[in-house]
C-alpha cells in the first residue's frame, strides 16, 4: 500500500490493520521524497539568514553537503509524526528517494525511456522562475484571478508592481502604409516580437498580407502574417503581437510559420542584449513601465484599459512566472497517456471516488509533453553527458543537440560517445541539471521494492493494491506512477487509487508554509502555547510580513495555543475528515 505524506494516513492504518486481521500478506512502506526545490529553498534561506552566503558562494559540493545535513537534521520529523500517530507501517523498509537504491532507478528509468525514444532534449517553452532561476513544473504554478487594474508585490522589487492592464500601442509600416494597433498585458516583451498576426479573412488587413512592420526600438522587420487559429478577427483590433520566445500561444505561431525566437530575458528576469541597448539590464517589470514611456515618446502609444488575467506565480518563490525557451529534457507522454485512460476505462485501474474518474480523463486526454530537468543542485543528477569535439566550431557547452549522451555512468557515456563519434577526439561533461522530484516520485510503487533488481519483495507485493492520496495531486503524482509503471514494468502500480480531500485551515486555506498556517500533528497530540507557536513560526523561512501576518493569524485561530488532545481524538479526527468526499 502506498500513502500521500500528509495527516490522512490514518486511513491507510485503519485499511491495513483491517486486512491483516482478514488473513492478507499486507505491507505499508515508509518512504519520503527529497522535495527538490522546497528543501533547496528552505537551505538556501538558512544560509542567507545565518551566514550570509549564497549557493554559490558554497560550490555544489559544499551546499549539497549543507543540504544533506538539514535532511538528516529535519528529515525524519514527518516520519517521527507518524510513528506517534502509530501508524502500522514496516519501518525496516524505509527509503528515501535519494538513497542508493532509489537513485540507481531514478538513473535506470531515464536510460531505459532515452534508449526507447520517450525521453528528448528540445528547446521549448516552460514555466521559468526568476527568483530561483530554474524551470517549474506545473503543480507549482499557482493562478491569481485578477479582474482589472491591481497592484501586487513581486519578489526582489520594492514597489507594487501593475497587472491587469491591457495596453494598446501602434507599430508603423513599411512603404508608409500607416500603422497596426496591437494590444498587450505585458508591454516589456514587445521587445522580443518577431511577427504580428492577422485573420486571413480581415476585410481591413488584406492589404497588409506579405507586409512589413518596423520594430520602432531596433528596425526588426516584422512579417504581418495569417493566422485564423490565433486570431479573433472580433476581439481588439483583430491584430496580435507575436512573441514566440515568451508565450504559449505566440511559441505554437512561430513554430507553425517559421518565426525567430528572441529571447530578451536573463535568467534572473533581467532583459538582455537582445532588448536592447536602451533597456539592457532593467528588471522585466521595471522595464515595462520604461518601455511605455519611450513608445510614448515616440507617439506610439494608444492607452490603456482594464482587463480581466490569470497571473501564474510560483508556489515555492512567489515569483511571477516567466514563459521563456530553454533547453530542457522532456519525457514524450502521449502513447502512456492514451494507456493511462485505457486501465481506468476498462476497469484494471479503479479511482475512488468515481466523480474524479472525470478530472483523470481530462487531464490524460490533453497531456503534454513533460519538462523533467530542474536548474537546481539538490536532487538526481540527469545521466547525460555533453561531447565536445575538437573539431567542434563552437566549444560553448550544450550548443549543439546532436553531442548529448546518456549512460548509466561516464564509464558508459564514454562508451557511448566513442560509438556515435568514432575516430574523433573529445571529452565529455555531465549535464549540470537534476530531475524533477516528480520523476523518481513516480518510480516509488517499484523502486520502493528495489526495482531494476528481480527482488522477492518486487515477486511479492507488486504490482500494489491500493494508494491512498490528494485528490490536488492526482495527475501530478498518480498518473505518473501510472504511466511510469505501465512503461516500465508492464503492470499498472496498483488496482484502487483512494482519494482524500485538502486539509485546510479554518478560513479554508490550503495549508502551506508560505502562509505559516501549518500545523504539526504532535502541536495537536502533546499541547502547545501561543508563544511557541510563535517561536515555530521564527524559526522558518518567512519574512517579516510574512511572519507578522501569520502570527495574527495564529492569535486569531489560537489565541490559548492549542490543547493536549492526544492521540486517538486526533486519529478520530483525521478519519471523520475524510466525509467531506462523498
Not at 4 to 25: D, I, K, Q
Not at 50 to 79: C, N, P, S
Request: proline share 4%; glycine share 8%.
Amino acid at each position: 500500500m502506498l500513502q500521500e505524506r500528509y495527516t490522512l494516513g490514518m486511513v491507510l492504518h485503519l485499511l491495513l490493520r483491517w486486512r491483516r486481521m482478514s488473513g492478507y500478506n499486507a505491507l505499508w512502506v515508509p518512504g519520503m521524497d527529497h522535495a527538490g526545490i522546497a528543501t533547496q529553498v528552505v537551505v538556501e534561506k538558512k544560509l542567507m539568514r545565518e551566514r550570509g552566503l549564497t549557493r554559490h558562494d558554497l560550490g555544489r559540493e559544499q551546499f549539497m553537503a549543507e543540504v544533506w545535513k538539514w535532511k538528516d537534521e529535519y528529515g525524519g520529523k514527518i516520519l517521527n509524526q507518524e510513528r506517534r500517530l502509530g501508524a502500522s507501517l514496516d519501518w525496516s523498509r524505509e527509503c528515501f528517494t535519494m538513497d542508493d537504491k532509489r537513485s540507481k532507478a531514478v538513473t535506470e528509468a531515464f536510460v531505459r525511456l532515452y534508449k526507447e525514444g520517450l525521453i528528448y532534449r528540445d528547446h521549448r517553452l516552460v514555466n521559468w522562475d526568476c527568483i530561483l532561476r530554474t524551470a517549474i513544473s506545473d503543480i507549482e504554478v499557482d493562478y491569481i484571478d485578477i479582474k482589472g487594474r491591481t497592484l501586487l508585490k513581486v519578489p526582489g522589487y520594492k514597489s507594487t508592481v501593475e497587472f491587469g492592464v491591457l495596453t494598446s500601442f501602434a507599430y508603423p509600416l513599411e512603404e508608409d502604409l500607416g500603422e497596426i494597433v496591437v494590444a498587450t498585458t505585458r508591454p516589456e516583451t514587445m521587445l522580443g516580437d518577431t511577427a504580428i498576426a492577422v485573420h486571413p479573412a480581415d476585410q481591413r488587413y488584406l492589404h497588409l498580407h506579405n507586409k512589413f512592420a518596423i520594430h520602432p526600438f531596433n528596425r526588426r522587420k516584422l512579417p504581418i502574417i495569417c493566422d485564423a487559429e490565433l486570431v479573433d478577427p472580433n476581439f481588439g483590433t483583430g491584430a496580435v503581437k507575436i512573441t514566440p520566445a515568451h508565450d504559449p500561444n505566440d511559441f505554437l505561431v512561430g513554430k507553425r510559420h517559421n518565426l525567430e525566437f528572441i529571447n530578451i530575458f536573463s535568467d534572473d528576469g533581467m532583459i538582455n542584449s537582445n532588448g536592447g541597448k536602451e533597456f539592457q539590464g532593467l528588471k522585466r517589470f521595471d522595464a515595462r513601465a520604461t518601455v511605455i514611456e519611450a513608445l510614448k515618446s515616440k507617439g506610439l502609444y494608444r492607452g490603456a484599459e482594464n482587463n480581466e488575467m490569470r497571473l501564474g506565480t510560483c508556489s515555492r518563490s512567489d515569483d511571477i512566472v516567466e514563459p521563456m525557451v530553454k533547453p530542457q529534457w522532456f519525457v514524450n507522454c502521449s502513447d502512456m497517456g492514451r494507456e493511462a485512460c485505457e486501465v481506468v476505462e476498462d476497469g484494471r485501474l479503479e479511482i475512488i471516488p468515481k466523480q474524479f474518474e472525470a478530472d483523470w480523463f481530462r487531464w490524460m486526454r490533453n497531456i503534454r509533453d513533460w519538462c523533467i530537468s530542474r536548474q537546481l543542485w539538490w536532487g538526481h543528477r540527469v545521466p547525460a553527458w555533453y561531447v565536445t569535439l575538437e573539431d567542434d566550431d563552437i566549444k560553448a557547452f550544450g550548443v549543439y543537440v546532436d553531442h548529448w549522451v546518456v549512460g548509466r555512468n561516464e564509464v558508459e557515456a564514454l562508451t557511448e560517445a566513442g560509438t556515435k563519434f568514432p575516430g574523433k577526439k573529445y571529452h565529455i561533461e555531465q549535464d549540470p541539471d537534476v530531475l524533477d522530484t516528480w520523476f523518481s516520485s513516480g518510480l516509488f510503487p517499484f523502486s520502493v521494492m528495489c526495482w531494476p533488481e528481480d527482488t522477492v519483495d518486487m515477486k511479492t507485493f507488486y504490482p500494489t493494491s491500493l494508494l491512498e492520496t490528494g485528490h490536488d495531486i492526482i495527475f501530478f503524482w498518480v498518473a505518473r506512477m501510472v504511466m511510469l509503471g505501465m512503461k516500465l514494468t508492464g503492470e499498472v502500480p496498483f488496482k484502487q487509487v483512494y482519494l482524500h480531500p485538502m486539509v485546510r485551515d479554518a478560513h479554508g486555506r490550503k495549508m502551506s508554509k508560505s502562509l505559516g498556517n501549518v500545523i504539526d500533528p504532535l502541536e495537536v497530540i502533546n499541547g502547545i502555547t501561543l508563544e511557541d507557536l510563535h517561536k515555530r513560526l521564527e524559526q522558518g523561512n518567512l519574512d517579516r510580513n510574512e511572519l507578522d501576518l501569520a502570527k495574527a493569524g495564529q492569535k486569531q485561530d489560537f489565541p490559548n495555543g492549542i490543547a493536549e488532545c492526544g492521540t486517538d481524538a486526533l486519529r478520530f479526527s483525521l478519519v471523520a475528515y475524510t466525509a467531506q468526499i462523498k
